[in-house]
């Protein structure tokens, strides 16, 4: 009798208690309207190749990210796109707890409310702890590395765990911080070829971070039609919808009106790519029309090369003609002053008139 008592409590307490699940779209909808219009950059300090570099104790840079995430506090902006590693963690995982925390008193100070990424389809297959190599010239994003490495993916049965504690232990431990805006759990799914293999990745990364219950929502961000399975289901998962698109203003504002009728927040988490017609000139001022957040790709200049274009390497010049990403060089002058006064006046920093 005693036992049949125990069992019913526990039924009576797991009936009433609430299992995480997606937001529904009136709470979503509520949450963005308590933020101000949210523009920003994806974010790396200009001294760091990758996310490993960022995050390491060797290698982290508190002076200078403060320095530089001042330099977007003067552009007005309120957020960045930050990508965490899960080499960092799982080599240091307290040592990656106090620097996030402690990347998070520096955004406080500049009124910057990041938000994470963890997981990562692009660029090299392959990553390992301690010292990065060297940049190769001209070559964009030569030392990114995809998180998980490929060899890592290889053994899910023992990666898998190591990946939930990662992604548990993160959330968990800043759930209720409101210093962050939201958790990104997966970028591009399925690039550099993966196809649709990533998807028991990307399906678990919403599972363990929902099982975490952090205040702040969940996403992952659409980025290619070419894909429709995953992109069916991160729009129907994700608490509030986030997309890339690097297109010109007409690809743009198509990409906003199919969107705008799932009813929920939009986040465009990368654009701009001046090569290729996506310019703060025509696409800031689109997104902030539409109460679309605006994210775009890359802030200083540095070790990334992301000045130069996905598809033209060009490694016997310094500087391409025409920056592909990016703002600043090193010494804060701007590549094209006209793309800061657009910045500015998207961030209301300066008046349109």
Not at 30 to 37: C, N
Not at 46 to 62: F, G, K, L, R, V
Not at 96 to 105: G, H, T
Request: one cysteine or more; proline letters at 7%.
């Amino acid at each position: 009798m005693k036992k049949l008592t125990i069992l019913l409590v526990l039924a009576t307490l797991c009936a009433c208690t609430p299992k995480a699940g997606r937001w529904s779209a009136e709470k979503a909808n509520q949450w963005y309207a308590a933020q101000p219009w949210l523009s920003g950059c994806n974010f790396i300090p200009s001294n760091a190749i990758n996310q490993i570099e960022m995050w390491s104790a060797d290698t982290w840079s508190p002076e200078l990210i403060d320095k530089e995430l001042g330099w977007a506090e003067e552009l007005g902006f309120n957020t960045m796109r930050v990508f965490l590693s899960s080499v960092v963690y799982q080599n240091d995982p307290d040592g990656l707890k106090s620097r996030i925390d402690e990347f998070l008193k520096i955004c406080d100070k500049h009124d910057i409310v990041p938000l994470f990424v963890f997981f990562d389809d692009c660029w090299d297959p392959e990553s390992a702890y301690g010292k990065q190599r060297d940049p190769k010239p001209g070559i964009h994003n030569s030392g990114w590395v995809q998180d998980p490495s490929k060899a890592r993916r290889e053994d899910t049965l023992k990666t898998y765990p190591e990946l939930e504690k990662y992604v548990k232990d993160i959330v968990g431990t800043f759930r209720r911080d409101n210093r962050i805006l939201a958790w990104d759990m997966y970028n591009e799914p399925g690039n550099s070829g993966y196809g649709y293999t990533s998807f028991p990745l990307l399906k678990n990364s919403f599972k363990w971070a929902r099982e975490a219950a952090p205040s702040q929502p969940v996403t992952a961000g659409v980025w290619t039609k070419t894909l429709p399975e995953y992109n069916a289901w991160q729009l129907e998962n994700s608490d509030v919808i986030t997309f890339h698109d690097y297109g010109n203003p007409e690809r743009m504002s198509n990409t906003i009106d199919t969107l705008a009728r799932r009813g929920r927040p939009l986040i465009c988490t990368e654009y701009m790519a001046r090569t290729r017609g996506s310019l703060f000139s025509t696409i800031m001022p689109m997104l902030r029309e539409h109460n679309v957040a605006a994210i775009n790709w890359g802030f200083v200049s540095g070790k990334t090369n992301t000045i130069f274009a996905w598809d033209t390497p060009l490694p016997e010049v310094t500087e391409p003609e025409v920056w592909f990403h990016d703002i600043f060089r090193t010494d804060h002058t701007p590549y094209d002053p006209s793309d800061l006064e657009v910045i500015k006046r998207c961030n209301a920093v300066i008046s349109a008139d």
